[in-house]
């Protein structure tokens, strides 16, 4: 399964076509659909452009994308940068009227089982953020809730966007996280397979890596602004394409 990543916590200034409004992000949708993509991920945006989980934005940005692309698993993010409190987290899914299919929880962030168990209450799926170099795996692993998320998402990670630490380190780095997740027996944790995914210079690479893995993966503007030759990427239906071509390679080799 190829999912895209909309536009994540990036700002317009980022990219000239990101998308932001509801219908933006609606349009673009549609587009990444039929380029090939099978799940989907935004980040709501409040009028200043920041992510937000505020239900008037959460509940016009998901009815929008499903208006454009009826039938496609729809997800959102829960990062602690839209509100640092978790318990207010948690309180803000309570308060979602146009309940997405699932939500992204980052496990590393303090109050993590509060916000998964308040999306549970609504019956959303949880996607649990397993970010390379931070104690996730473990968090998720002590948590009582573990069996019951909706699948793993094992997400190679730099401080910088723009930054990486090469192809191989960043291969190395999810090496190593999809150890972790093994040697704690998180593998067969979730409804859903494992979704592999990097950031920046490590996008492609280790796009291709699950590929090769037969995991689950996603591309977007949130993870790269680049296609895989290092040029401009115009949009997401573009990096969707590209992404299709390459997990075919892949899959060939």
């Known amino acids: 399964m190829l999912q895209v990543c909309l536009n ?18 609606g349009d673009a949708a549609a587009a990444a659909v039929a380029a090939g993509a099978r799940s989907l991920h935004i980040h709501p945006k409040g009028p200043d452009g920041d992510d937000t989980m505020a239900p008037v934005h959460v509940d016009a ?28 987290r948690a309180a803000l899914v309570r308060s979602w009227s146009v309940l997405p299919d699932h939500a992204s929880v980052n496990w590393h962030e303090e109050g993590a089982d509060l916000v998964a168990e308040a999306l549970l209450e609504a019956r959303i799926g949880v996607e649990a953020g397993l970010f390379s170099g931070t104690d996730a795996p473990e968090r998720l692993r002590a948590w009582r809730g573990a069996p019951r998320v909706l699948r793993l998402l094992a997400e190679v990670v730099h401080d910088d966007l723009a930054g990486a630490g090469g192809e ?26 494992l979704l592999l995914h990097g950031e ?31 040029s401009p990427a115009p949009d997401n239906e573009a990096l969707v394409a590209a992404a299709v071509d390459v997990l075919a390679g892949a899959a060939r080799g």
């Open 8 to 25: 994540g916590a990036r700002t317009r200034r980022a990219h000239p076509v990101l998308p932001v409004t509801p219908q933006q992000l």
């Open 61 to 88: 940005a998901v009815a929008a994308v499903r208006a454009s692309a009826p039938g496609v698993p729809i997800g959102v993010t829960t990062g602690a940068w839209t509100e640092p409190d978790p318990a207010r």
């Open 168 to 193: 191989d380190g960043d291969l190395a780095a999810a090496e190593a996280l999809l150890a972790r997740i093994d040697v704690l027996g998180l593998g067969g944790v979730g409804r859903d397979p």
């Open 200 to 230: 920046g210079a490590g996008a492609w690479p280790v796009l291709r890596l699950a590929g090769e893995r037969g995991l689950d993966t996603r591309i977007g503007l949130e993870d790269t602004l680049l296609l895989p030759d290092g």
